[in-house]
């Protein structure tokens, strides 16, 4: 009866915070980007849901003053990147990101000056700073195109090692790989997708390319987080095994409710570092704005803009 009544009273406190951010995000013309990654309450607040990027680009094209962005460091530096006029707050300044972190730029200097007729593509799952050093950057879903629509021969591509090899399976170029990797999908590993799949046989498995190699070629489809419900719902396969971040199986069961997901995922403590509370009182307080120098959003923006124009 006790764990009843707690379980109660937990989620009409849950249904308060949410009602008090709804009503405080119309107050102050905001709009509310939730990454597939963040815990389920999340998605409860959001206009929009997705990946990193397309947030990003969908919250540029909105009249809002304030963005809150509820995911990690990079993302709310993109955002801002793309909407340099808007005021973007990331709810806890504490969420950042292992891949992003490997990536210095007095490192990429010396690689730059080591390469010098190489090109710098930087995953967009980087700072603001390194995009500013790059030539243009990618998601895990163009980085091919990316790469050989640009004219150089050489390219540095960081910070993701196991994307780099994958995207150094499908061209002709020299990839310059950087020692950096997700932690999260860098330990799955494959004996233990390959025990699942046995437990599973008719299950699709759809891993994310910032995954080891050995995970990569035991999938049937490689996609970043925004492509992984349209496999799903274009398939006529029930069963699908997920190699990503473990909050993007919630996300699955929701985009594709026909479906059934098995997981084998690790969950990333930055992207599950956002709550409710902390959305509430950053949009309240306008609490951990991020600010970014002029010239860094100039240039970081040419390597966005660039790879938009590229895909």
Known sequence: MQLRQAITKSDEETEKLIQLVLELKKQKNA????????????????????????LSKQAAKTDADIILFCGVKFMAETAKILSPKKTVLLPNLEAGCSLADMAAPNQLEKMKKKHPKAAVVSYVNTSAEIKAMSDVCCTSMNAVKIVNALPNEEIIFLPDKNLGKYVQEKTKKKIILWDGYCSIHHELNAKALTDLKKQNPNAKIIAHPECQEDVLQVADHICGTGGMAKFANSNDTKDFIVVTECGMTEKLREDAPDKNFHSFCNICPYMKATTLPMALNSLENNQNEIILPQDIIVKAGKALNRMLEFA
């Open 31 to 54: 709009v509310i980007l939730v990454h597939n990654y963040q815990i389920p309450d999340m998605y409860k607040i959001a206009d929009f849901i997705g990946d990193s990027l397309e």
